[in-house]
């Protein structure tokens, strides 16, 4: 069973910056598509951005050149770096582990950007 432990969370003034850590379980991360995924108040839960087992990436439009994506496979662990946040960034971010039909999901960690 692989287990995902989100980190990096918290509460940050517009224009400020947070890194994402979600630490993975099992041996199988390297084989694996990783993907930060966010769910607003009252929206729907949204892919953000993703990683291929060959670093390939991904990004929603609204992140674009703000976010960045990332994973050390040493580690079992993948990033986020979130550079000028923005309010509409406000959003529980999760992480998602895909394998060959399976997935994964962290249980969370909080985001609010103050405008």
């Known amino acids: 069973q692989v287990q995902l432990v989100e980190s990096g969370g918290g509460l940050v003034q517009a224009g400020g910056s947070l890194r994402l850590s979600c630490a993975a379980s099992?041996?199988?991360?390297?084989?694996?598509?990783m993907g930060w995924y966010r769910q607003a108040p009252g929206k729907q839960r949204e892919l953000v951005a993703v990683i291929t087992s060959g670093h390939s990436t991904n990004y929603v439009d609204s992140v674009k050149g703000r976010f960045t994506i990332s994973r050390d496979n040493a580690k079992n662990t993948v990033y986020l770096q979130m550079n000028s946040l923005k309010p509409e960034d406000t959003a529980v971010y999760y992480c998602?582990?895909?394998?060959?039909?399976?997935?994964?999901w962290g249980q969370g960690t909080q985001v609010t950007v103050s405008s």
């Open positions: 998602n582990l895909h394998l060959i039909g399976n997935q994964y």
């Open positions: 099992g041996s199988i991360f390297r084989l694996s598509v």
